[in-house]
């Protein structure tokens, strides 16, 4: 069986302290330096892949008006903005102009159809920018 002392190589006591409590907590600080260096350098080194991986300041000097609406957006969300009356004003807004603006070309191009349709009943069934009734050619 082994001693406490043949597992860590110190010196114990009769009770199981350290005969020299100075150097082992010198020895726990440098390792617990020596651990919080190596999580800095690897967080610096995790950022600045993410920096090179995201491109922010070619994004920023390509596009700064753009950066500047995406940070306040990003403010705003973090600032605890998402479940107030303003956002539930600007969501309604951008769903009515949304709106507005998908159902428009749809409601443009039925109603061109129709007064084409009507256009064409009122001719007598000549169809518009068509050739002469009887001619029989055909556009290509």
Known sequence: METGQQRTG???T????????AAAASKLGDRMSQTAEQTWTRA???VGDLRDAVDLQGRVDRHP??????ALGIGYL??????????GRLVGLAVRIGLRLAV?????????????SLTGAAD?????????????????
């Not at 009769?14 to 409590?21: E, Q, S, T, V, Y």
């Not at 973090?78 to 956002?87: D, E, R």
């Open 10 to 12: 110190k010196k114990r």
């Open 14 to 21: 009769a009770n199981g302290r350290i005969d020299d409590p």
């Open 44 to 46: 610096r080194e995790s």
């Open 65 to 70: 008006y753009g950066t500047v609406a995406a």
């Open 78 to 87: 973090l600032g605890g903005g998402v479940f107030t009356p303003l956002t």
């Open 104 to 116: 428009l070309p749809v409601v443009r191009d039925e109603l061109a159809g129709l007064a084409e």
């Open 124 to 140: 007598g069934g000549v169809e518009v920018g068509g050739g002469s009734a009887g001619s029989g050619e055909s556009k290509k």
